[in-house]
């Protein structure tokens, strides 16, 4: 309403400034809006805080190197160097005489694993109804809620998924509406505010959901969307408002720029979201499950001019493996969990082979705290299911479903997922090949630091909440 | 592709009987047997007439025998699984498909062997990952399984919290129903080898529930649905003419329940954490029935009581978080340790009949995590054989049922699958749902729909 009037305003002044034989229009300078009514104004709220744990010049040495840029070096150095991995080769790479060597004979180096689908933190452990904060069920849209105030730092999932070499985590809001909120990426080290594990400038994305959740959750309450059209018509519905919404900013600051008068649309949280889709800058991320129904969400990206980033849960990739690849929509999926629900009844375990060699942007992610633990395993799986059918899928190809990949689905490719010069020395050691069912985590490196160390208690840390429990570290051998 | 297409549909029983009086001999093999003779680094197996007639290093093929050579591969005994819902619970989502809860009408008494359907599709998927056999047990919540959390499922968790039974009115149905064993052998029309071999009992969290809120209860009323069942078997003439004293559970549930006071029937008893894993300890020493562990998350605490007990345990071994307030302690070396300590250790898949060919790798994790790689085998093999009292398979030795797996390579590795499954000596066809689907759109496409 407010936002409506606000508008009237804006055009009655237009229509001012159109009297032809008015004198010419006076210059306005429009006070900026106070903190928190503009949207894209300002500091970004709830900025991160985190700081990278200490670290020391370090080189890998002697290792099998997945590079996750296609390479399988063997005998290799990774040396990395403020944060920043400095160089990675064959066992000629030069690295300076004073620093940290690390023997890595007989075992493997890898980026550090990206899960692209988590909820740690907003379903914690352990999982009681006072800490599920993953999905704010009361309306099919509600774009407007963040999962990073959900974010409860301590959950001892976190500790867990980093021993499993996970380095890099999206936590996303639950999938029971149409648009369940935006997702943040963080930095899987231990902190005591979810600030202080936020990715320095990693895109927030929004969470949509495809399929039988928001149509059960809602439709049982007699209430839109109880079928697939109805979600269509809502996800639409949205598009059109968040459209508008933009239409009115945009109208706003234009004539903020040529001196006009002009009144602010007030700021509408749910629809800031969304305009920063339609504006590029925040990503899509698609609960989805069935190729044709990612075949519409695609085409209501084309209706409305955004792009969908990553269809998540997309265990149907394989049917549509040739338009995600030309539409270059990136997708993520389970290589083993299927037929659990009608959605995922064409589940197959070489879906992510055969979307792959369709030439699909292939992740593989767990939406679950005990398979974040072993994504490395079930990438495993995912390439040997296409194996199996004679696809010659290597390590060093399949590395990057769970490095690589879901980096450039987060938006953060540019910083980490790779071992390449310059990006962060987000790396891990294994204790061997680790697309095999005996390969652990050794050691794991954020930003070049220590984060976590199998060998060495000190480098093993606990939560807040494992504290003085009967399970107080109890992971650990 | 012969065999498959031989194997498909009708033909598959007009093949029965002709196919298990064959001989096979698989030759070039890493032989596991989990048995006294250990590892055969390379050597012979040979089947016939369904039981596994020789094996070892040096072996020769019987004439006439239909040789498959195992390419320097591994043999296996045929996986066994658990604990699981395998056959009567198809689509976890899809209420009408899941047949594994006894529902509000009966507790002990529900028998799963009814539920289960040989038809059923996902049965070759766990075939797939080298299960041969299983137990299907019954659940308290209606079973299922395989929703995430995130789906704000609003139904599926109240189904989590409905219990079998009608919490606060004296009726303690707190039992989830009798337990059958199957083989994964497709063509029979019954697969059920065994029924009522269990039967199954939720405590800890989930007892609580279901007794109306708490675990002092939920004990209370265990013991006292045992006292019931052996009043009525004391005197069945004087229950059916009206002149007992009113049971908490009806006379379906008591019957299930007196093989189990007779110390013949097992209880299967979910439980986690290490306090109620002796309670159960205590109470089945003074009750006098015989118990199976399943969960048992913080067992390693208690292993040495349920060493001492002499008391089997079903261990998910990935289970290491603690996502509850009864899973606190939970770790991934809980089996390991459990092993170590002398308890017999079964390692299940997720008990959800689609994640159940993961068994193998939830082994391999045992071995990641320090329990010895013979014990890994044995507890996916030999050992829940020997929980189930399914003497005649879970070992390859001379004279057993030839269940029997032919791997591409080590069975509990991510990188390896099943490339010739034996159930009684037949070897099983290779095709099910997942695969046809694969193959349709394995293939590039051509100027007709796939459909065609």
Not at chain 2, 412 to 441: C, I, S
Request: glycine share 12%.
């Amino acid at each position: 309403m407010l936002t409506g009037l606000a508008f009237a305003g804006a055009s009655s002044a237009y229509a001012q400034a159109a009297k032809p034989a008015a004198k010419p229009a006076e210059k306005v300078v429009t006070k900026p809006l106070p903190a928190g009514l503009d949207p894209s104004a300002g500091a970004a709220p709830f900025a991160s805080t985190y700081k990278p744990l200490p670290g020391r010049a370090t080189a890998i040495v002697g290792a099998t190197v997945l590079t996750a840029t296609g390479q399988q070096i063997e005998n290799g150095v990774v040396f990395f160097s403020g944060g920043k991995i400095v160089s990675v080769g064959g066992a000629g790479t030069a690295v300076p005489a004073d620093v940290a060597v690390i023997d890595g004979k007989g075992k493997w180096v890898t980026p550090g694993v990206i899960d692209a689908h988590s909820h740690l933190g907003v379903y914690s452990s352990p999982g009681v109804q006072a800490r599920s904060d993953g999905n704010e069920v009361t309306d099919p849209n509600t774009a407007q809620v963040w999962a990073e105030h959900s974010v409860w730092p301590h959950d001892p999932g976190f500790n867990r998924a980093r021993a499993g070499g996970v380095t890099t985590l999206q936590i996303l809001p639950g999938s029971a509406n149409l648009f369940g909120g935006r997702s943040v990426t963080l930095k899987n080290v231990p902190s005591h505010t979810m600030q202080g594990m936020k990715f320095p400038g990693a895109p927030y994305g929004v969470k949509m959901a495809c399929g039988e959740n928001p149509k059960r959750v809602y439709g049982g309450r007699s209430r839109a969307p109880s079928t697939a059209m109805g979600n269509v018509a809502g996800y639409r519905a949205a598009w059109i408002n968040a459209a508008d919404y933009k239409r009115k900013w945009d109208d706003y600051r234009a004539k903020v720029e040529k001196g006009e008068k002009a009144d602010a649309p007030k700021r509408d949280l749910q629809l800031d979201t969304l305009m920063g889709v339609l504006n590029g800058e925040i990503l899509v991320q698609n609960h989805c499950y069935r190729g044709d129904e990612m075949a519409v969400m695609i085409d209501i990206g084309k209706e409305f001019g955004y792009r969908t980033t990553m269809f998540h849960h997309a265990v149907e990739a394989y049917k549509v493996g040739d338009l995600l690849a030309k539409e270059d929509v990136c997708f993520a999926t389970w290589a083993s969990w299927q037929g659990f629900k009608m959605e995922s009844l064409d589940g197959i375990d070489a879906n992510a082979a055969i979307a792959y060699k369709a030439g699909a942007c292939t992740v593989i992610h767990s939406d679950d705290p005990i398979m974040t633990q072993r994504l490395n395993q079930e990438a495993a799986l995912a390439m040997a299911a296409g194996n199996r059918i004679g696809m010659n899928i290597n390590r060093a190809e399949a590395i990057a479903w769970i490095t690589a990949n879901p980096a450039k689905a987060l938006g953060i490719g540019d910083k980490t997922g790779s071992l390449v010069a310059g990006k962060a020395a987000d790396v891990v050691l294994w204790s061997s090949d680790p697309f095999s069912v005996y390969a652990k985590a050794e050691k794991v490196f954020i930003d070049g630091g220590l984060a976590y160390d199998r060998n060495d208690p000190q480098y093993q840390p606990k939560s807040d909440f494992e504290l003085g429990q009967p399970g107080e570290g109890a992971f650990h051998q | 592709m012969i065999r498959t297409m031989l194997f498909g549909g009708a033909c598959a029983l007009a093949l029965t009987t002709a196919a298990s009086a064959e001989t096979v001999a698989i030759t070039n093999a890493k032989i596991e047997t989990v048995a006294a003779a250990g590892t055969i680094a390379s050597g012979v197996i040979v089947l016939t007439d369904g039981k596994i007639t020789a094996v070892g290093a040096n072996v020769s093929v019987p004439s006439g025998a239909r040789v498959i050579d195992a390419k320097g591969g591994v043999v296996t005994p045929g996986l066994i699984a658990p604990s699981s819902n395998l056959g009567a619970s198809e689509i976890g989502g899809v209420r009408e498909t899941r047949d594994d809860g006894s529902g509000t009408e009966m507790s002990a008494g529900f028998d799963i062997a009814y539920s289960i359907n040989p038809d059923s599709p996902v049965i070759a998927l766990a075939r797939d990952g080298g299960v041969t056999g299983a137990a299907i047990t019954p659940t308290l919540s209606g079973g299922g399984g395989g929703a995430h959390r995130d789906d704000g499922d609003a139904e599926l968790e109240a189904l989590q919290n409905y219990t079998a039974g009608r919490a606060g009115d004296g009726d303690p149905r707190l039992f989830a129903g009798q337990a059958a064993l199957i083989r994964l052998a497709a063509g029979d029309t019954d697969i059920v080898t065994k029924a009522k071999v269990a039967v199954a009992l939720d405590l800890g969290q989930a007892g609580a529930r279901a007794a109306g809120g708490s675990r002092g209860a939920a004990i209370v009323l265990v013991k006292s649905a045992f006292e019931d069942a052996r009043a009525f078997a004391r005197n069945r003439s004087a229950f059916e003419k009206g002149a007992t004293r009113d049971f908490g559970l009806s006379r379906i549930d008591l019957e299930a329940l007196i093989p189990v006071i007779e110390g013949k029937t097992p209880l299967l008893v979910r439980v986690r954490r290490a306090s109620d894993i002796r309670q159960v300890l205590k109470l089945a020493a003074e009750e006098k029935v015989k118990i199976i562990l399943e969960g048992a998350e913080e067992g390693w605490i208690a292993a040495a009581d349920i060493a001492k007990a002499g008391v089997p345990v079903i261990i998910d071994t990935q289970a290491d978080l603690p996502d509850s307030f009864e899973t606190l302690a939970s770790r991934l070396d809980n089996a390991a340790r459990l092993q170590a300590a002398g308890v017999a250790v079964a390692i299940t898949g997720s008990r959800d009949f689609n994640n159940l060919r993961l068994q193998r790798l939830n082994a391999g994790l045992a071995v990641a995590n320090g329990m010895p790689y013979q014990a890994a085998l044995a507890s996916v093999t030999a050992v829940p054989a020997k929980i189930w009292g399914m003497s005649s398979v879970g070992t390859l030795e001379v004279g057993k049922t030839a269940d029997v797996v032919v791997w591409n390579g080590d069975p509990l590795e991510t990188t390896t699958w099943p490339t010739a499954v034996f159930v009684g000596g037949q070897q099983q066809p290779t095709e099910y749902r997942g695969l046809k689907l694969r193959d349709r759109y394995a293939r590039p496409a051509g100027a007709y729909p796939r459909a065609y």
